[in-house]
């Protein structure tokens, strides 16, 4: 019989339920003890709903509070001192790391937090010591969710991310220089242990996760995958359960060598066959020779209903070199990335609701495809006849298709991708224009996002307030956010994003090509989630959709304003693009789009522009070489066509928030904005000095401080920030703003950590202009 297998469920619930619990508890209107009867409350359900979606291999061990990285990193007692010193409970401990903590006279702020590979989820990176030792946690969450599982009658298999990734994807902490992966040989007894600890509790398989398996790897890195797994191989059977180790979001082929050896000797192999279904041949040929083959082939990534020919031919194909018994059908990655279930959709149009599956309705296509290729398709017939029918009527849909679109693709000619002059000839018009001191001072867009803003925007989408009404309000947001920016001495000015629930949502929202929905949350990070917009259709603009609050803030407000944009890729990166068009096709629409907006923008009197690529470096394809010089290109070119349609004097700055810029360096810079601010606050300032050795001539605002924890950076922590970055970046190049947006604050914290930040800003100011 062929299995079926999950390889993780969302967190957060039917109705975003983990966050609200854990919001609840942070802002202590939950007890801890409600919050755990709340997360053993949704593991329940969700395992549930994975078995009466028939699904054969159930995960545990996916569910998280915060992070499944920053489990790991607790559960192996990789706390810096700084966390555990303070002998929090391990709960809040746990939150410290995640989010920083500043109460009760503790003052520590958050671990780092970046992408995952090349989604919109960010983990906590473990953060190491030179003397950093490992030792398992007592009671291991693995071991409890197994457990708790089982006592429901569900027996899972549980997930871990492997000791490999778990330390490549981590870093030596501040004025720390080891080398992560040279605590292998200290961390592997405490997997070695774990393993041992699930096997007692009566877990026969577990799930290992090693995706850097699916990047170029050095070589300290590949070397240590054959004494990682013959150790935990050697585990496998006797006192360990068997392991099914997992890669996806890639391919696994240029690391065969390292594979070929010790691991075939785990139980069982993942691979993502969504992305890379032509690699299943390769793999198939160096599996063990008892090894099975787990075919992830319902997209963990993306909504769009999986097409079961295809798939059924693909597990077909697999199962004829290795019969039955070895092949399991999987989803491709976990599910965390997709919404919880169609079901909550009573909005969507019945023609579009049909093309899309949210993670429950994955769950049981993995398993109507086992089943099909196990009892033939006759088994499941209506299943897949239902399924093709879906795939052909959106095949033959009109709401794919839009010929003026494409005409005006078409027309497209090169000199609509460059500004008029170079930087130099620019920026001389922009500082007559603009008038700004050294050191200039700006936000990135958003200002806090209030709970009364919320509930006026859910009051007027649900009819209770007028159109009026509600533009009344955002107009008083607004300035009262311009107020609060005059009382800071804030140099360039934002309108503070008020009227916008998500910077892709609400663009998605405003274009033609796109539906969106009511409850498809995906974890984005912590309690914090989007809901992607999707992409069904050619994309343009109908009407403007910015350019009234920003002329409505420029109107009240006597320093400049900025213009606030989202970039094209991250427009299309943080939607659910379709899969029937190649994403450059679907940027480029994007980009034609915002140009227009962009060129309204300027006409309506607003002369600094920031357009948001902070998915940018996310989309970089996962291995260097032709793939990622393809994507590079056309993605530099969607960014430039939609901003370079304005005057020489108007100012393009473009923000990102991610700290490992440097292996697409080059891109940023041809990107050719003028002023560039990115994240860059938990990152060594060291990292700054690519700007020097690739001679940037444009403006940095290189981030100061963390907006991701409610944590104020005092006034002397931000002035040492920016004395190392002056080791890097020439006086007259550097501005001065915080990491990223400012919308998950609270006003206070954002009020005392900005004036912080401005009294930084003056103080070099003074400092430059004596000298
Ligand atoms: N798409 C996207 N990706 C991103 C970012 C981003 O800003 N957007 N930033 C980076 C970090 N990631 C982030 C992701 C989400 C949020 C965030 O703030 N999300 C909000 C939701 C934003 C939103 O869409 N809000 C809507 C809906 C709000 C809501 O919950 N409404 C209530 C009703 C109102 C109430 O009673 O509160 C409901 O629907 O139940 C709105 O404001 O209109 C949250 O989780 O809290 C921040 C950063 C990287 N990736
Ligand atoms: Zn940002």
Not at 228 to 246: I, N
Not at 290 to 306: E, F, H, P, T, Y
Not at 327 to 345: K, R, Y
Not at 424 to 439: A, G
Request: proline share 5%.
């Amino acid at each position: 019989m062929v299995q079926s297998a999950v390889l993780g469920f969302p967190r957060m619930g039917k109705l975003r339920d983990l966050k609200k619990a854990t919001e609840a508890y942070w802002g202590d209107k939950l007890s801890k003890e409600d919050l755990l009867a709340e997360g053993k409350r949704l593991r329940l359900e969700h395992w549930k709903i994975q078995k009466d979606a028939g699904v054969d291999i159930i995960p545990s061990n996916d569910f998280a509070y915060y992070d499944h990285v920053l489990d790991h990193i607790q559960m192996f007692n990789a706390i810096p001192e700084r966390y555990s010193k303070h002998k929090l409970s391990t709960l809040d401990e746990y939150f410290a790391m995640g989010r920083g903590r500043q109460k009760d006279g503790i003052d520590v702020p958050s671990l780092e937090m970046v992408k995952w590979f090349d989604s919109n989820y960010h983990y906590v990176k473990p953060t190491f010591q030179d003397d950093q030792t490992f030792k398992l946690s007592d009671d291991p969450k693995p071991v409890r969710h197994f457990l708790e599982a089982k006592d429901a009658g569900i027996v899972t298999r549980p997930v871990l991310l492997g000791p490999v990734s778990f330390l490549h994807l981590g870093k030596a902490d501040r004025n720390q220089t080891v080398d992560p992966i040279s605590l292998l040989d200290k961390l592997l007894p405490v997997y070695e242990q774990l393993l041992q600890e699930l096997k007692k509790a009566g877990a026969e398989t577990v799930q290992i996760d090693e995706p850097v398996l699916v990047f170029d790897l050095p070589s300290k890195i590949r070397n240590a995958f054959k004494p990682a797994y013959e150790k935990l191989c050697a585990v496998q059977g006797s006192s360990g359960p068997q392991l099914v180790l997992a890669t996806y979001f890639g391919d696994v082929v240029h690391n065969f060598d390292i594979i070929d050896s010790a691991l075939t000797n785990t139980y069982a192999f993942h691979v993502d066959l969504v992305r890379h279904p032509e690699q299943l041949d390769k793999v198939v040929e160096h599996l063990g020779s008892k090894q099975i083959l787990s075919a992830g082939v319902v997209d963990g990534r993306n909504i769009w209903k999986n097409n079961m020919k295809k798939s059924v031919e693909l597990v077909e194909s697999a199962i004829q070199k290795l019969g039955k018994e070895r092949v399991i059908v999987a989803t491709s990655s976990s599910l965390l990335h997709t919404p919880h279930t169609l079901d909550n959709e009573k909005n969507l149009d019945s023609e579009v609701k049909e093309w899309f599956a949210f993670a429950t309705e994955k769950a049981s296509e993995v398993a109507v495809i086992a089943k099909a290729v196990t009892d033939g398709p006759a088994s499941v017939k209506s299943e897949l006849e239902a399924n093709a029918k879906g795939m052909n009527n959106r095949a033959t849909s009109k709401r794919t298709n839009n010929p003026e679109v494409k005409k005006r693709v078409d027309g497209v000619s090169k000199d609509m991708y460059e500004r008029k002059s170079a930087f130099p000839s620019r920026y001389e018009q922009q500082k007559d224009h603009l008038k700004l001191p050294l050191f200039p001072t700006t936000t990135i867009g958003s200002f806090p996002q209030t709970k009364d803003i919320r509930i006026q925007r859910n009051r007027f989408t649900k009819g209770e307030i007028t159109a009026e009404e509600y533009e009344k309000f955002i107009e008083k947001e607004i300035r009262d956010c311009i107020a609060i920016q005059d009382e800071l001495q804030l140099d360039v000015y934002v309108h503070g994003e008020p009227e916008r629930n998500d910077m892709v949502q609400y663009f998605g929202e405003r274009m033609d090509g796109y539906v969106f929905t009511t409850h498809a949350w995906v974890q984005s990070y912590g309690s914090r989630c989007v809901r992607p917009p999707i992409v069904v259709g050619d994309i343009s603009r109908p009407a403007p959709m910015t350019v009234k609050e920003s002329q409505y803030a420029a109107s009240v407000s006597k320093k400049p304003m900025k213009g606030m944009l989202t970039g094209p890729i991250t427009c299309l990166r943080w939607s659910f693009p379709r899969d029937d068009v190649h994403q450059s096709v679907q940027a480029m629409q994007l980009a034609l789009a915002l140009r227009d907006e962009v060129v309204d923008l300027e006409a309506a009197g607003i002369y600094v522009i920031q357009v948001d690529e902070p998915a940018l470096r996310e989309g970089l394809p996962l291995r260097s070489g032709k793939e990622r010089e393809n994507y590079l290109s056309w993605a530099v070119d969607s960014f430039k066509l939609s901003t370079a349609g304005v005057k020489d004097s108007t100012q393009i700055h473009s923000h990102f928030c991610y700290s490992e810029f440097q292996d697409f360096f080059h891109a940023i810079a041809a990107l050719d904005a003028d002023v560039l601010s990115i994240e860059n606050s938990k990152s060594d300032a060291k990292l700054l000095k690519v700007f020097i050795d690739e001679a940037y001539p444009r403006h940095i605002g290189p981030g100061v401080y963390d907006i991701h924890s409610p944590r104020v950076p005092p006034e002397e922590e931000i002035k040492t920030r920016i004395e190392e970055m002056l080791q890097y970046l020439k006086p007259d190049q550097l501005w001065i703003n915080p990491d990223c947006g400012l919308k998950t604050r609270q006003w206070k914290e954002t009020k005392a950590a900005l004036s912080n930040m401005v009294a930084a800003a003056q103080f070099f100011r003074s400092k430059y202009s004596k000298a």
